[in-house]
């Protein structure tokens, strides 16, 4: 098992859990966590006790990326997380989380989230607003070019 640890931009514990190791490579650790807190309907996605997170994380990249499956093993989509890079050991993952979010239906259609919470917020420094920006446009560079795990986009059209 390994502890994931969501900070806000000034390094403060927001959540903290824990997930099974899939795989760890020397620049990214993917792993496989499940929903615990009771059910959160977000309007665009529903979360709920036995869905599961399979979950990966960059030392290089200013995101990280959900894979979510519900507990019949039907992918819900791809919850991204826009933030500093991980900061990964042997026991534990943190990451300073920098408000932006995108999510992804199976189908590929993509929902940026949070624009305004991440434009009114006063305790970014200007390196994390920029390494946001960049790490927000290569997230949607790469759904739109359906690379690494959005190769799995079902496309309906």
Do not use: H
Not at 34 to 62: C, Q, S, V
Not at 63 to 78: E, H, L, M, P
């Amino acid at each position: 098992m390994i502890t994931v640890v969501k900070q806000d931009p000034q390094g403060n514990t927001m959540l903290r859990y824990q997930g099974e190791v899939i795989k760890r490579l020397p620049r990214e650790i993917i792993i496989r966590a499940g929903w615990t807190l009771p059910a959160k309907d977000l309007g665009y996605a529903r979360f709920e006790p036995g869905d599961t997170f399979t979950e990966y994380y960059y030392a290089d990249r200013w995101f990280n990326i959900f894979d979510i499956t519900s507990a019949d093993n039907t992918r819900k989509g791809w919850y991204c997380n826009v933030g500093e890079p991980a900061v990964i050991s042997q026991d534990r993952i943190a990451q300073i989380d920098l408000f932006l979010d995108v999510w992804v239906a199976p189908q590929g259609n993509s929902l940026i989230l949070d624009e305004d919470e991440f434009a009114t917020a006063t305790t970014l420094s200007e390196a994390q607003r920029q390494g946001a920006r960049e790490g927000l446009q290569a997230l949607l560079q790469m759904i739109e070019a359906r690379q690494e795990i959005f190769a799995e986009i079902v496309d309906n059209s």
